[in-house]
């Protein structure tokens, strides 16, 4: 097999190895009752919803209505 001709510095390799360890950007959905922007697989932090149904006690004062 081939052997590389010279040593790789130790910052070469971890900037390569840094190319893959980038940080995501989680993703972002609204909310199906009060369509307020939240995390998915998350309870909905304005209204306390999750999948459609009443999990927590919504925050007093952020609740907004579904209007049709």
């Known amino acids: 097999m081939a052997e590389p001709k010279k040593r790789m510095s130790k910052s070469r390799t971890a900037s390569r190895r ?4 980038k940080v995501k950007l989680s993703g972002i959905c609204l909310c199906s009752q ?12 304005v209204c306390g919803t999750y999948n459609g149904r009443q999990v927590l006690k919504p925050a007093l004062g952020k609740v907004k209505t579904k209007t049709k």
Do not use: F, I
């Open 34 to 45: 009060c369509k307020s922007p939240k995390t998915p697989h998350n309870v909905c932090k």
């Open 18 to 21: 840094r190319q893959n360890q």
